[in-house]
């Protein structure tokens, strides 16, 4: 049985048990090269992901299991949860062959419950291209007491991404959140 | 107000916006964007691929594409005309030596069909460099006036210090919106 983003948007509403496709889907080599998480308003930057240009994989730590590559854990401070505006930079990397209808879809969770969902549709990518795709958006208002809750769950924040070239799953990462 | 115009709102997703931007390379489309958002623009590199930027502008979501406009990208840019609301043509207002290359491939992306629809807006950038053509001269060069078949406006910018970006911004949104939002106000 396939999955395809529509079964994604509407039967996946929990963190899935397992990945739900081989790290060798991604046979367009499609490469993430850097993630960039920023308070919009004052442009402070709370998250950046190493670079991992120019490194070759004898360089990076050795992984017992395969699965460590596509889980990240993020720490963020809990003044996060109360930014007006967040900007996201994905960069990004095509292989040799052009994609076509390249889309993400990623849910997250509180608490095992699905709370929100982002599709976005890229489309079309050169090959060989490196590209950004940066989201500005504004922060849902969260209470007192809604903040206390993310900050008593640590990584009780979850998320899965999954990454389609058409109907084809290519990619899927998972990641935890905790606020401190 | 067609039947057309009911369907084409009811079909997208509540007040988005598909902006393209084009032009040749190192005419300051990545910078402009960056200074729209209030971003930092010292470490702007080429584009080899797309910049998309979503942002709220205005009471609308944007999604701005900014794709790279070096000669072996610019094949690729017919895959980006599809569902575009607004046109952002990018000119660099001082490289008089290749302002007869932008004025082709302007008006080469302006015979395409999926683009007929779209709004166009000109900017003129670079306007701080004292090399730089004023407005008229470059409408005269770029044969501006040979656009008849669309909401067409021309902005003179300085993506550097900022001045004529906003409000080129704001009349592409104001015109995009007054052509599929009519019914909002």
Known sequence: MSVTPQKVLQTIKSPTPRYLCPLDANKYGVEFLKFVVADNDSKTVVYE?????GLSLADLPPVENEDQLRSVKYTFPRNFLKFNTVRTALEFKIGPQPLNDFRMIELHYFKNKLVRTYDFSFGFCIPNSVNTWEAIYDLPEYKDDQILEYVKNPYGHKSDSFYFVGQELIMHNKAEY??? | MGLLTI???VKRKEREMRILMVGLDNAGKT???KRLNGEDITTVSPTLGFNIKTLNFRGYKLNIWDVGGQKTLRPYWRNYFEKTDGLIWVVDSADLARLEDCKQELHAILQE???????LLVLANKQDLPSALKL???GQVLQLSSITKRHCHIESCSAVNGEGVLKGFEWLVKDISSRIYM???
Not at chain 2, 113 to 119: D, K, Q, V
């Open chain 1, 49 to 53: 992901s190493p670079s991992l240009e």
């Open chain 1, 178 to 180: 905790q606020y401190v």
């Open chain 2, 7 to 9: 369907i084409k709102k």
């Open chain 2, 31 to 33: 910078t402009i964007v």
């Open chain 2, 113 to 119: 069909e999926r683009l007929f629809g779209a709004t």
């Open chain 2, 136 to 138: 008229d001269e470059l």
């Open chain 2, 183 to 185: 019914f909002d106000h």
